[in-house]
């Protein structure tokens, strides 16, 4: 069976399993958007968007949609992150799982799946959900507003600021089968509130997990936002992700993608700056080794005048993997005063390893500065001489510079546990 | 303590050490001098074990060991330390950082317990006054945005820490104004001793004014062609490298 096919059996028995709650909006959409999914397909490499990143390999397995788990409180957590403070939200293959969360007594924040989301806040749903998203020309997002039932659901009313972070980890139970999941967050920031927030993705188990996730997030009018995405999945695994981020006058959101381990890895992150005086930061590490594919696709949209967004991605390849870096800008002619950086360096450790780059800005205001730059390299031969002649061994040196090469990605996070635990991660990562 | 015998090296196919012969004795400070292109850095590279240059023949015994065949690091655990003429920005790595590194490896080599944070900073404060380095310099990133002055500086200190046996000089000089040159002189003279030896790699004789050598090599066309005490690097101040290379190259000829 076609994973096509397969797919259009999915979407028939939710039909049937949501038969006379279909009058609601989400619903709506979700006919729709598997239209438009039909219409679309799941994207090829003659897919411009796509040409350097075949998920051709979805083919090979037999991905279930499993609600029952197979893991254990334990395993769950002893996994990194899992003593991470802050309000724990656990999904296992996209289901949430209230036993291995925190207690969310916290009124500020609700963790829905979109029926019940409906009925508690109606309005947040009616007005956020979906919003920004591009079904009408992304296959797979079109999927995951077809196929999701499960998400956080964030608001955080005006004036107001959690006072714990949120973590929403993604653990795939992969022990025994192929599993996937369409997960869709929705988290909504008033006015001048505030909000940090990670989402880490982890395997227990060697099979292949599919990911197909959509986080919006909308930004209102001085609000601020620090957003970080930890990926550590096995080598089989399949993760395709949209952050879609919408900006209000004056606000502030940060970004930091980590991508520590995965098989296969597309993130879409996705500004749109939608109002004055914002300021919006992104920054990004990858360092795949193995056949490990990382493709990191953002695009920065501004649409008025006076905003202000930066960004810096870097990528540490080894062995045979492989990475892509796509980053848009644009201006637009209302947009004028728009200050606009983006970096992508990157340090090539095997022959074998290889890095396409490409950023694409498109300006159409005249009174903006811009600038773009990419640099993909080998490590530097001088420094680990210098190293070594200072004592330090050869492999010790690499390491050293492979650490500080990450360095001004790593210092950027403000979220002190966060960070050790990433260094952890990223430090046996590059030892391996 | 070094011990060079018609060391021969190479760099792709360019032969450039042709035969190098010489010996340096525990204190002793010997400088090389001579033209652009002799091949002084060169040997300063081959010594410190830059992968770069192809020892193609020769030997170079240190302390009783066989010089050649040890990797850099194991150069450096040894005690040769090499100031470099062009010391490289590590952006990132904080001088502290590396140097603690680098001292807790040297002292692995040789079977020691490592030092730790407060031992370390204590050694680090007490040299850095030593060659009068600022504090604050060792914890931005090595090298990075340091001025010249700063950067020779930071090699002298580093020498300081690391307590070579035989220290080399690559053109330590090159780029310093006079007050620059000093500071470094004086943090290297405070380093001599009985039984550490320098080699001084130059161009000028302006340095030797400050780091007074017990003996003067004239390095041409990868052969030193004249030995000489402190006098020596007077007259090639006076009278420039033109003579030398009309005798050589009528010897050679």
Known sequence: ?432 | MLNISNLQARVESKEILKGINLEVKPGEVHAIMGPNGSGKSTLASVLAGRETFEVTGGSVEFNGKDLLELAPEERAAEGIFLAFQYPIEIPGVTTINFLKTALNQIRKYHGQDPLDAAQFLKLMKEKAKTVKIDDQLLRRSLNEGFSGGEKKRNEIFQMAMLEPALAILDETDSGLDIDALRIVADGVNQLRSKDRSFIVVTHYQRLLEYIVPDYVHVLYKGRIVKSGTKELALELEEKGYDWIKAEADSVSA
């Open chain 1, 1 to 432: 069976m076609s994973i096509l096919t397969k797919i259009e059996g999915e979407f028939d028995s939710l039909l049937h399993y949501l038969n006379g709650k279909s009058g609601q909006a989400y619903n709506r959409l979700r006919e729709q958007a598997f239209e438009n999914f039909k219409k679309l397909g799941i994207p090829t490499v003659k897919n411009e968007d796509w040409k350097y990143s075949s998920l051709k390999g979805l083919e090979k397995y037999d991905y279930k949609l499993s609600v029952a788990s197979s893991v254990s409180p334990e395993e769950v957590k002893s996994l990194p992150f899992a003593e991470l403070e802050g309000l724990q939200l656990v999904f296992v293959n996209g289901s949430f799982s209230a036993a291995l969360s925190s207690p969310l007594l916290n009124e500020k924040i609700k963790v829905l799946d979109f029926s019940e989301a409906e009925k508690e806040m109606p309005e947040i749903l009616n007005e956020y959900y979906g919003k920004g998203l591009d079904i009408e020309r992304e296959g797979l997002t079109a999927l995951n507003m077809a196929l999701s039932r499960q998400g956080a659901v964030i608001h955080v009313p005006a004036n107001t600021t959690l006072e714990k972070p949120v973590i929403i980890r993604h653990i795939h139970a992969t022990a025994e089968e192929d599993v996937k999941n369409s997960v869709h967050h929705l988290a909504v920031i008033g006015k001048n509130a505030e909000l940090k927030i990670v989402e880490v993705f982890q395997n227990i188990g060697g099979n292949s997990s599919f990911t197909n996730i959509v986080t919006e997030i909308f930004v209102s009018e001085e609000a601020r936002v620090d957003y970080y995405k930890i990926q550590d999945e096995n080598n089989s695994s399949y993760h395709v992700g949209t952050t879609q981020v919408i900006q209000k006058d004056r606000s502030y959101f940060y970004a930091a993608t980590f991508t520590v381990n995965g098989g296969f890895v597309r993130n879409n992150l996705n500004l749109v700056l939608d109002g004055e005086y914002i300021e919006s930061h992104m920054y990004g590490l990858y360092i795949p080794n193995g056949n490990q594919h990382v493709d990191n696709h953002t695009l920065v949209d501004h649409r008025k005048p006076n905003s202000e967004s930066n960004e810096l991605y870097k990528g540490i390849l080894d062995d045979r993997s492989k990475g892509v870096f796509n980053g848009k800008i644009f201006v637009r002619q209302d947009a004028q005063k728009t200050n606009a950086y983006q970096n992508c360096r990157n340090v090539i450790l095997s022959e074998s390893a290889g890095m396409n780059t490409k950023p694409q800005l498109e300006i159409w205001a005249d009174d903006v500065k811009c600038s773009h730059g990419t640099t993909t390299g080998k490590l530097d031969d001088d420094a680990i001489f210098y190293m070594q002649s200072r004592g330090i061994p050869k492999p010790e040196a690499i390491k050293l510079q492979l650490a500080a090469f990450a360095e001004d990605v790593v210092s950027q996070i403000k979220w002190d546990v966060l960070r050790d635990e990433l260094d952890i991660l990223i430090l046996k990562k590059l030892q391996s």
